[in-house]
């Protein structure tokens, strides 16, 4: 974005995000990306003298982690969700199938399934 000194500036004078992508003609979630970044740089208004609008776009930014699948495990069953919604998160069975069934097979001299041998063979080979 170019215009980040402008966006800091109308957000410190009181704009909303939406009102300010209205201005600078960007979608509000590239406002709310730029407000963050400059957050995470560890910047106040009004910007120091030294703080170019080419240094505000190279600025380092914090790092963010996302992940896309989230896995639930436990000795039985192995589960997927690709969003964490508290209660509203949806997991999909990861499983492997068991006797044309729900599970994971059986491993040699156990009563339990083992999910963690399937499991981790498949990533593996993702």
Known sequence: ??????????????LPSREIARRVGAA???VRLALRRFEAAGLSWPLPDD???TVLELR??????????????????VRMCTELRGKASWFLPF???YNDG??????????????????SERLRTM
């Open 1 to 14: 974005m170019r215009r980040v000194r402008d966006v800091i500036r109308m957000k410190v004078a009181g």
């Open 28 to 30: 509000p979630s590239t």
């Open 51 to 53: 703080v170019t609008d």
């Open 60 to 77: 380092p930014r914090a790092k963010s982690y996302s992940s896309v699948v989230h896995f639930a495990v436990d000795d039985s069953e």
């Open 95 to 97: 499983n492997k199938g």
């Open 102 to 119: 729900a599970g994971n097979p059986l491993k040699a001299n156990e009563l339990l399934t083992s999910s963690a041998a399937p499991f």
